[in-house]
């Protein structure tokens, strides 16, 4: 893997981290689910196993390739994004480019000042969306 791929992807998840603290992990992975590069929140515990983060990103990967069979098919665009919900967290995966998935797990516990359980916490995906295209466009 080349100094400036290894580069972009280091930007990429240090730029995501940084930008939400509600961001636990984020890992990208090629197309069979080998996590090729990762970063994880020091005051976080993992609530899924890292073995079984890679067997989701697997089935992703290959989710991925039916999304993008079904867009060539209709007049929907290309599939941008898939967020997975949870009551404690959710799981968007970003295709980066052909070979390699984004991987972001964010937390979704639920809101305190609220009178009723709201486990709608944004996650804003047009921001995660733009510092993925910047990085997709950065050269070393």
Do not use: C, Q
């Not at 697997?58 to 993008?68: F, L, V």
């Not at 919900?85 to 390699?100: G, V, W």
């Not at 937390?107 to 009723?116: F, Q, S, V, Y």
């Amino acid at each position: 893997m080349g100094l400036e791929i290894m580069g972009r992807y280091e930007k990429l998840l240090d730029m995501l981290m940084d930008y939400n603290n509600s961001i636990r992990f984020a890992a990208i992975s090629d197309t069979d689910g080998k996590i090729l590069w990762h970063s994880k929140r020091n005051d976080v515990k993992l609530k899924v196993p890292l073995a079984e983060t890679k067997k989701a990103m697997k089935r992703e990967a290959e989710d991925w390739i039916d999304r993008s069979k079904f867009e060539d098919r209709n007049d929907l665009g290309r599939a941008m994004y898939h967020i997975t919900s949870f009551e404690k967290i959710k799981r968007i995966t970003i295709p980066i480019d052909a070979f390699h998935l984004l991987f972001v797990s964010v937390d979704n516990e639920p809101l305190a000042k609220t009178k009723r359980k709201s486990y709608g916490r944004l996650v804003e995906m047009g921001k995660i969306m733009s510092i993925v295209d910047f990085v997709n466009t950065f050269e070393e």
